[in-house]
């Protein structure tokens, strides 16, 4: 069992930063950020896999290359979204999801067994 704490979001002028937090309870290999938009479908933002306390490997989607990056904090087992020079679109509800055991990650939500309550990220331009 998995339970994901996000918090974090907020509104921000665009160029702004944010940093998203995600408390993880339990053990997932691949922890994921999606990311929803009114009316639109759920999206892969970036993802990791990680294996004894260390980064096997990570992935972001193109449109947030260059400007978010992925970190976990060990002693706190959070996993932390910095997103930089913040967009317009990137405003929407980001989520924290798990896998669990040990599932390789992919972009794909429907595979993903454990959600968080989600986070809002609002960026005016």
């Known amino acids: 069992q998995v339970r994901l704490v996000e918090s974090g979001g907020g509104s921000v002028q665009a160029g702004g930063s944010l940093t998203l937090s995600c408390e993880v309870s339990?053990?997932?290999?691949?922890l994921t950020w999606f990311r929803q938009a009114p009316g639109k479908g759920r999206e892969g933002v970036a993802f990791?896999?990680?294996?004894?306390?260390?980064?096997?490997?990570?992935n972001y989607t193109e449109s947030v290359k260059g400007r978010f990056t992925l970190s976990f904090d060990n002693a706190k087992n959070t996993l932390y979204l910095q997103m930089n020079s913040l967009k317009p679109e990137d405003s929407a509800m980001y989520y924290c999801?798990?896998?669990?055991?040990?599932?390789?990650?992919?972009?794909?939500?429907?595979?993903?067994?454990?959600w968080g309550q989600g986070t809002q990220v609002t960026v005016s331009s």
């Open positions: 990791s896999e990680r294996d004894g306390g260390r980064d096997v490997r990570t």
């Open positions: 339990g053990s997932s290999y691949c």
């Open positions: 999801a798990a896998r669990g055991g040990r599932a390789s990650c992919t972009w794909y939500s429907f595979v993903y067994h454990y």
